[in-house]
């Protein structure tokens, strides 16, 4: 997929650039992203170059990730980083995609996250189809889990012993979306800053009843 740019009132949402590597690697250097993410630990330079010049370019031509730096529009800092992750079933009748994402110690508290995370949803749902958006994080990974809340994700559970790190089996906390769930986006700007159409569950949902 040809990469593509986001915008929001405060932010934009854009392929990672090499010149982002020096503020990628001084994000990750804040305990907390390398303890409740994937991100290598310790985190450095050449991980930073790594991503940004190799993993991000990659996961965009290969459909397999889609990461966007978050930035401010005021100040052209970066913000953190957001994307959809295990694209594997985004193109087969599953529809499905992970919403994963970290935000730079300093921008935290200011609702960067939830603004971000409302474009790229929009955008999942309007422009991918994508029908089941996923959230998973490590339990007890609280600031993670109040992101997904605000963005109207339903808890569905735990996976016990779902992540493997530092040679530990581990519980994930799950949540999901659907685009039915998001009446709110009816007449929001969408991607192009056009306003679009409320969305809709393009394959029928027959819920359990139970």
């Known amino acids: 997929m040809e990469p593509v740019t986001l915008t929001t009132e405060r932010l934009v949402l854009r392929p990672f650039e090499p010149s982002d590597a020096p503020a ?3 994000a990750c250097q804040e305990p907390d992203i390398p303890r409740w993410t ?15 010049g190799t993993l991000v370019p990659e996961g965009w031509r290969d459909d397999t990730t889609y990461n966007f730096a978050v930035v401010s529009r005021a100040d052209g800092s970066l913000v953190g980083a ?19 994402y970290w935000t730079a110690k300093e921008h ?7 603004e971000a995370g409302r474009a790229v949803l929009r ?7 994508v029908e089941r958006l996923e959230w998973h994080a ?7 889990r109040a992101v997904a809340h605000r963005l109207g994700f339903h808890m569905e559970g735990t996976l016990r012993a779902h992540l493997v790190r530092g040679g530990t089996r581990r519980d994930v906390w799950i949540g999901s ?8 986006l009816a007449g929001e700007p ?3 800053g056009s306003r679009g159409p409320a969305v809709r569950d393009a394959t029928p949902y027959l819920p359990y009843p139970g």
């Open 190 to 192: 969408g991607p192009s």
């Open 138 to 144: 490590e339990a007890g990974n609280e600031g993670s």
């Open 82 to 100: 957001m994307g959809l992750v295990r694209l594997g079933r985004l193109h087969t009748p599953e529809r499905q995609a992970e919403l994963g």
């Open 24 to 26: 990628v690697h001084a």
């Open 123 to 129: 955008w999942a749902f309007r422009e991918l189809g």
């Open 108 to 114: 935290r508290g200011r609702g960067c996250t939830v």
């Open 177 to 184: 979306l659907l685009p039915s769930d998001l009446a709110d």
């Open 38 to 52: 994937s991100v290598p630990s310790p985190y450095g330079v050449e991980d930073a170059e790594h991503f940004v």
